[in-house]
């Protein structure tokens, strides 16, 4: 008898332990350490893709499958970002409560502005953006739009934690602001500097504190340069007086290199995500590192 009390009271704990914590996949490293910051013990959260990879092309592990399976939540960055490899891992986990529509699914890029939406429907061929930038994260006043949405959404999922949640981002939000007032206070000398990045994936952080995109080294997004455009790129950079060329840690960097070399201008390598590159280990990191490695420069 005392044996069978004793597993009821297991199997009643095991299972409040079990559904008491929300079970949070994310796609990329920043909206897991958001989750994990606002859920704290009530979540248990996994974020999926390697913050050192090319966002756009991640190749999936059959380890994600079984993560998706079992999760309440599944929070994606959203814009086409995932579009090349998260679909099948949510086909294949074939879990009811994080399809697209259902409460458990939560699509961040709904809850910003995306910058460079085509106005016309012909997408140019290639382009990885076509429903405009999806490198919203890199806007620092984008975070605690982004944390307030998934502290809403936690709530939804598990009302009785609501006032946590909430206490939770409040506490974030006031941590947030004090680091934007020290990043705008460095970057203040750069309002005006011209750069040229490889890829469109710094645009939100440089518009945000008034840096001048010269041009881009892909000539489209995704899109490889050709010698010709390279060729153009440096006459551009000559000409428009860029100060710094900025690349992500994935993209080759052959051509950056080159032109970094002739035009003897500075080249910076910049974290895009948490775990680009060891000293962008969360949210805050991830700017700081930014910060430090233009204002170094
Ligand atoms: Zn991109």
């Known amino acids: 008898m005392k044996s069978i009390k004793l597993l009821f009271f297991m199997l009643f704990f095991g299972q409040l332990g079990f559904s008491g914590q929300l079970q949070v996949v994310a796609t990329y490293g920043y909206i897991g350490d958001i989750a994990q910051r606002i859920g704290k013990d009530k979540v248990e959260v996994v974020s999926l893709a390697r913050g050192d990879y090319n966002p756009h092309i991640i190749i999936p592990k059959p380890s994600y499958i079984a993560k998706m399976r079992k999760a309440d939540l599944l929070i994606i960055n959203g814009g086409q970002l995932e579009i090349g490899w998260l679909p099948q891992i949510i086909k294949q986990a074939n879990n009811g409560a994080v399809q697209p529509g259902e409460r458990g699914f939560l699509d961040l890029s709904m809850h910003v502005h995306l910058i460079d939406v085509p106005t016309s429907v012909s997408r140019e061929l290639g382009d990885v953006h076509p429903e405009g930038n999806p490198h919203f994260f890199m806007d620092p006043d984008n975070i605690p739009i982004v944390a307030k949405a998934i502290t809403e959404r936690l709530s939804e999922l598990d009302p009785d934690n609501q006032a946590f949640y909430e206490e939770n981002n409040k506490e974030f939000y006031a941590l947030w602001q004090q680091k934007m007032k020290t990043w705008e206070e460095k970057l203040k000398p750069f309002k005006?500097?011209?750069?040229?990045?490889?890829?469109?994936?710094?645009?939100?952080?440089?518009?945000?504190?008034?840096?001048?995109?010269?041009?881009?080294?892909?000539?489209?997004?995704?899109?490889?340069?050709?010698?010709?455009?390279i060729a153009d790129v440096e006459k551009l950079i000559d000409r428009e007086k860029v100060q710094f060329i900025l690349q992500d840690v994935y993209n080759p960097q052959d051509a950056a290199l080159y032109?970094?070399?002739?035009?003897?201008?500075?080249?910076?390598?910049?974290?895009?995500?948490?775990?680009?590159?060891?000293?962008?280990?969360?949210?805050?990191?991830?700017?700081d590192e930014i910060v430090r490695r233009l204002t170094n420069g």
């Open 192 to 229: 005006g500097v011209k750069v040229v990045e490889y890829h469109k994936i710094f645009d939100y952080f440089l518009d945000r504190f008034g840096f001048v995109i010269a041009g881009t080294i892909e000539p489209l997004p995704g899109i490889p340069p050709t010698t010709k455009h």
């Open 259 to 287: 032109l970094s070399k002739k035009l003897n201008i500075k080249l910076l390598i910049l974290p895009h995500d948490v775990g680009a590159v060891k000293e962008a280990d969360n949210v805050f990191s991830v700017f």
